[in-house]
């Protein structure tokens, strides 16, 4: 389906974000078009007051830059009010349970909580015991917000999104698993190119098969051929930061000028970033002329309130 032929309802049949399996394309272009609204409203200074009254609760179990504050400055720029709870500084840092947690926190008068670097099973009770919408600001195997602004990001660049190929280099993380599912689903082509035994989830790479081709490969070349966009990602992200024989398996996975020259002449370089130059990416790439890594952060403001302006009732 072509983004740019759908009428959008502004409208979402969802009461949490968990993942991208669990949304249609056409609920995808809903959010899409909502964070295309918002940016728009904040380029000339003007913001949309629907989060007036609410406050969302930001339930986090590690550090992080463009999650917290785009998430932060999203809730304020919508009228809304916040509350920060790092994990180790709750009661769920000493045992209490998630069900607990998750129904207390639903009766102190939240209208929603995003929750950042929890597990999937620990993801999925929580929604299954709050009585307010719960939002996956990143988990072990997805990543469903970054894979969305990324989406938004390539729409306004590229001016669509189906018939596009996307190359992913690196550790098939939970960034990878939700490209895989975000881009099929939008009928763009996906490789990924990763060391054995650091592909994605089978799983993951058969469900979005159903949408799009997918191709797990061990050749950088084979994957990054004819690419639109580019994207690679930390080695290590979330945990496992002393994992060396795992930096030296993805040493040679690293996306230089010479890698960018097998994709098209116009092709994009992304990162969801934090960026380790020389690592993963050379300086030359993620600091030239095809690199739109700041566009991708920006987006994740945008589509942020997007979500939030849509399940938040």
């Given amino acids: 389906m072509d983004i740019n032929k759908y009428s959008p309802k502004f409208k979402l049949g969802k009461r949490n974000l968990l993942r991208l399996a669990d949304f ?30 609410k406050t969302i609760a930001l339930l986090f179990g590690n550090a992080s830059t463009r999650t917290r504050v785009s998430f932060e400055m999203g ?7 916040y509350l920060f709870l790092p994990k180790n500084e709750t009661q769920l840092a000493r045992g209490e349970s998630i069900r607990d947690t998750a ?8 209208s929603a909580i995003v929750l950042r670097a929890f597990n999937d099973a620990q993801i999925q009770e929580f929604a299954d015991n709050s ?30 999104l189906d018939n596009l190929k996307i190359a992913y280099i690196g550790d098939g993380n939970n960034v990878a698993n939700s490209l895989i599912i975000g881009c099929s689903k939008m009928n763009m082509d996906v490789a ?21 081709d997918v191709l797990i490969t061990d050749s950088i070349a084979e994957a990054v051929r004819g690419a639109d966009v580019v994207y690679t990602d930390v ?4 945990s496992g930061e002393d ?33 380790h130059r020389g690592e993963e990416v050379a300086a030359e790439v993620v600091d030239g002329p095809q690199s739109i890594v700041y566009d991708q952060a920006e987006n994740r403001l945008h589509l942020n309130k997007a979500v939030l302006a849509m399940l938040v009732k």
């Fill in 131 to 160: 009585e307010i919408p719960v939002i996956n600001g990143i988990s072990d195997t997805t990543h469903p917000l970054q894979v969305l602004s990324d989406l938004f990001t390539i729409w306004e660049v590229k001016g669509r």
């Fill in 75 to 81: 809730i304020r720029q919508l009228g809304g009010d």
């Fill in 243 to 275: 994992d060396e024989v795992k930096k030296q398996k993805l040493a040679r996975y690293r996306v230089t000028k010479e890698v960018m020259a097998l994709a098209k002449p116009d092709a994009v370089f992304m990162h969801c970033m934090p960026v």
């Fill in 192 to 212: 990924i190119a990763s060391p054995h035994g650091y592909s994605p989830a089978q799983d993951t790479v058969d469900r979005g098969s159903q949408f799009s």
């Fill in 103 to 110: 129904v207390m926190l639903g009766r102190y008068g939240l």
């Fill in 24 to 53: 249609s394309a056409e609920e995808i272009f809903e959010l899409l078009y909502a964070a295309k609204v918002f940016k728009k409203k904040f380029k000339v200074g003007e913001n949309s007051p629907v989060l007036r009254g």
């Fill in 235 to 238: 080695f290590i992200s979330m």
